[in-house]
C-alpha cells in the first residue's frame, strides 16, 4: 500500500506563486504515474498535471500550461506543483494522486477513474 500526504496549500494574493508537496510513503516502486488534481467548491474534481513517475513525462490541463510545474524527486519519493500566476478561479483542494497502470496524461489518469492512491488534499485559495 501507498499512502500520500500533501502540505504546502495556505492562502495567496492573485498573481503570487505557491507550491505543494505531496510525500509518498509505502509500496512506492509499483507506482506508474503521479499527478495532481483539485476541486474547487461546487465543481467537480478536475485534473491538473502529472507525471512519470520512474522518468519524466508530464502532463498539464490546458488552464494552467505555462504557470504551473510538477516535477519529482524520487530520492524523497515527493512530488511537487509549482504554481505561478495565480488566479482566484485556482483556488480549490488539491489532492496528490497515484497510479500503477495509466500513463502520464492519458486519458485514463486524466479522468481519474479507479486510481490507485489519493492524498486527502490541501486547501489552495487564492484572493483577488
Known amino acids: 500500500q501507498v499512502q500520500l500526504v500533501e502540505s504546502g496549500g495556505g492562502l495567496v494574493q492573485a498573481g503570487g506563486s505557491l507550491s505543494v508537496s505531496c510525500a509518498a510513503s509505502?509500496?512506492?516502486?509499483?507506482?506508474?504515474?503521479m499527478g495532481w488534481f483539485r476541486q474547487a467548491p461546487g465543481k467537480e474534481r478536475e485534473f491538473v498535471a502529472s507525471?512519470?513517475?520512474?522518468?519524466?513525462?508530464?502532463s498539464y490541463t490546458d488552464s494552467v500550461k505555462g504557470r504551473f510545474t510538477i516535477s519529482k524527486d524520487n530520492a524523497k519519493n515527493t512530488v511537487y506543483l509549482q504554481m505561478n500566476s495565480l488566479k482566484p478561479e485556482d483556488t480549490a483542494i488539491y489532492y496528490c494522486?497515484?497510479?500503477?497502470?495509466?500513463?502520464?496524461?492519458?486519458?485514463?489518469?486524466?479522468?481519474?477513474?479507479?486510481?490507485?492512491?489519493w492524498g486527502n488534499g490541501t486547501l489552495v485559495t487564492v484572493s483577488s
Open positions: 494522486a497515484g497510479d500503477r497502470s495509466s500513463a502520464s496524461g492519458s486519458s485514463n489518469f486524466r479522468r481519474g477513474i479507479g486510481m490507485d492512491y
Open positions: 507525471i512519470t513517475w520512474r522518468g519524466s513525462r508530464t
Open positions: 509505502g509500496r512506492t516502486f509499483g507506482i506508474y504515474t
